[in-house]
């Protein structure tokens, strides 16, 4: 009888008994939808250790730690804040179609509620503890728990942050057939300079998240979002610890070994002071210009044990790969570091970087900045204008690569204008109406104006007339070109 009937008679028979059913069902069963092998153990619960491994839930960061972790770590603070800070380096330009003084007027309205400054930092305090709110301190002629009605709003008097840490939701939209059931609809704020609580509309702030989470964590965190800290918590300990790690090995590099006769009965006579004083002189003996001097006779010994450091470099470098996989920034970023490899030069992990961040410009910073500039229109007269925000691009060409980028788009809207595609106002005004290039090709109002002007001149698009060589017998007297009449390959006569 082989092997694979004696295994299949063990099992038939432990099954036959009712103790072995008994005992088979205390044992948990392990759900059968991966790949496992009875005969290697891969996979089963019993032999495979990778089997036993589960997740965990993680240990929620208080504020407190957060804080420290926020101004103590250099890491954990870039992580936090860097985001923020790069969607406003470049700026953004505000224009109103057909009236810059307009735009001018609204951006210095805004600038006097210190706008940029006010998002930026709530969406770093949001991203740091899990939420804050930019309160907007606009006058309706309502209560502060009234919802805020825009169209009646007189003034703007003051944006404020608060974040997470001394405000929470204090109730909720409870009517399942209203839009925003389940969303916060009162927030109640507290006082960090004094004792006074307030309680304010969701209409009258805007909130700023910081992790996603589903609808059972925000319940757990009292209507907020973890910090983006929580998740890359461990990576950041054990990059430091190795860090330090790194650090103690240096120290001991290279430890020097004194072997000398008779130091455990020198101990236990308590004759320690000439032990000390014999250590203390050969330190100071100790460098590459002198000699150590050694007694033969006592058996004294001096030699130096070498830490080896072979590996360490590379074990710190897959660390920063996985702090920055952690913190959701390239490697260049977040640790000033360029690209290593041949032909590395960093720019597709940047790029793709600032591509995300353009994304949080349109999705999360633009909507909070129009708001603000509608309710800011509403002020200072401007109702019912139409504005555009556009975001600078975040990655800047070298002088090289923008030249070759103005060259290209001049012979392209060469093409377009020989073609009558566009007109050469259409051009310029595409291309340095914000007064500096742009490579952007759109048919403004202004552009679309000049072509339905030029279009009126037919005369204008009518190609030139073909022109003869001197000396030709249909040529003019005094040899010089002439227009050819419509007859083809008949003479023409001269002109007169």
């Known amino acids: 009888m ?29 759900k059968s939808d991966g790949w496992e092998n009875n005969f290697t153990g891969l996979g089963t619960s019993l032999r495979d250790k990778t089997m036993q491994g589960s997740f965990q839930p993680s240990l929620q960061l208080g504020d407190v730690e957060l804080s420290e972790a926020f101004h103590g770590d250099d890491l954990a603070g870039k992580i936090v804040e860097f985001r923020p800070k790069e969607m406003f380096r470049r700026g953004y330009s505000l224009s109103i179609e057909g009236d810059d003084d307009a735009a001018e007027e609204l951006e210095e309205a805004a600038k006097e509620l210190f706008l940029n400054d006010m998002a930026r930092d709530a969406m770093i305090w949001a991203r740091l503890y899990g939420g804050a709110l930019l309160i907007i301190g606009a006058v309706d002629g309502q209560l502060p728990t009234m919802p805020l009605q ?44 004094g004792s006074k609580l307030t309680q304010i509309h969701e209409t009258r702030v805007i909130r700023f998240d910081g992790a996603p989470a589903d609808n059972l964590k925000r319940r757990q965190l009292a209507g907020w979002t973890p910090s983006v800290l929580q998740r890359p918590y461990a990576v950041l300990r054990d990059f430091a610890s190795s860090f330090q790690a790194a650090a103690n090995l240096l120290v001991d590099a290279s430890q020097g070994v004194f072997k000398m006769k008779g130091v455990i009965d020198a101990i236990a006579s308590n004759n320690v002071q000439d032990l000390q004083t014999r250590m203390q002189l050969t330190d100071m003996m100790r460098s590459s210009a002198r000699a150590l001097i050694l007694d033969v006779e006592e ?38 570091r360029s690209a290593a490899g041949m032909n590395a030069t960093g720019d597709l992990d940047v790029r793709m970087f600032y591509d995300t961040i353009a994304s949080d410009q349109e999705n999360i910073l633009e909507p909070v900045l129009r708001r603000i500039y509608s309710m800011l229109q509403n002020v200072i ?16 060409p070298t002088d090289a690569e923008q030249a070759a980028l103005e060259l290209s788009v001049a012979q392209k809207d060469k093409l377009y204008v020989d073609m009558v595609a566009l007109l050469p106002e259409e051009v310029a005004l595409n291309r340095w109406a914000s007064g500096r290039f742009s490579a952007q090709t759109t048919l403004s109002k202004e552009a ?34 002439v227009q050819m009449p419509a007859g083809g390959d008949k003479a023409a006569t001269p002109k007169k």
């Open 150 to 193: 825009d169209d009646r709003v007189r003034d703007v008097s003051f944006l404020n942050v608060v974040d997470r840490t001394f405000c929470y939701v204090a109730s909720y939209y409870s009517d399942p057939l209203k839009p925003k059931f389940g969303r916060p609809e009162i927030y109640q704020i507290t006082n960090a300079f």
């Open 299 to 336: 058996g004294e010994e001096f030699t130096r044990v070498a830490t080896s450091l072979a590996g360490i470099p590379d074990m710190l470098d897959r660390f920063m790969m996985r702090v920055a996989a952690a913190g959701d920034t390239p490697v260049s970023i977040l640790f000033g």
């Open 448 to 481: 679309i104006d000049a072509r339905k002007e030029a279009l009126k001149d037919e005369t204008r698009f009518e190609p030139p007339p073909p022109m003869v060589a001197p000396g030709d017998p249909t040529g003019a007297d005094d040899g010089g070109p």
């Open 2 to 30: 082989g092997i694979l009937d004696t295994i299949k008679g063990l099992f038939v028979a432990d099954a036959a008994t009712p103790a072995a059913f008994t005992a088979a069902a205390a044992v948990p069963v392990e």
């Open 381 to 396: 007269g401007q109702k019912g204008k139409d504005f555009k925000i556009v975001f600078r691009p975040l990655w800047q």
